[in-house]
């Protein structure tokens, strides 16, 4: 079993910046791709970004490209997402979650987070 606990939301500006954090128990992530979804009220939850076990190899949506960076400290067994520039449309619930391989689908991903509210004002 994973055990996946995001942190760092909240309410932020229109142009602020917000770092969530998602902290691994139980097995081992460090093998693991871990991705990062959003869901907005009423709509689908979303692809937001993934990095590979090493950090070597990222992908993200075009929405938030240049704006968005996911890190990972594998000593840790901790996932970063650092949001820049964040937009209204940026607010959702963010999840982490661990999956075998990159991909943007959320069927590819089998242990999640509880999520974390991001909140953007304008």
């Known amino acids: 079993q994973v055990q996946l606990v995001e942190s760092g939301g909240g309410l932020v500006q229109a142009g602020g910046s917000l770092r969530l954090s998602c902290a691994a128990s139980?097995?081992?992530?460090?093998?693991?791709?871990m991705g990062w979804f959003r869901q907005a009220p009423g709509k689908e939850r979303e692809f937001v970004g993934y990095?590979?076990?090493?950090?070597?190899?990222?992908g993200y949506t075009d929405s938030v490209k240049g704006r968005f960076t996911i890190s990972r400290d594998n000593a840790k067994n901790t996932v970063y997402l650092q949001m820049n520039s964040l937009k209204p449309e940026d607010t959702a619930v963010y999840y982490c979650?661990?999956?075998?391989?990159?991909?943007?689908?959320?069927?590819?991903?089998?242990?999640w987070g509880q999520g974390t509210q991001v909140t953007v004002s304008s």
């Open positions: 979650a661990r999956g075998g391989r990159p991909s943007r689908a959320v069927a590819d991903y089998n242990y």
């Open positions: 139980g097995r081992t992530v460090i093998w693991s791709v």
């Open positions: 990095i590979t076990w090493s950090g070597s190899n990222t």
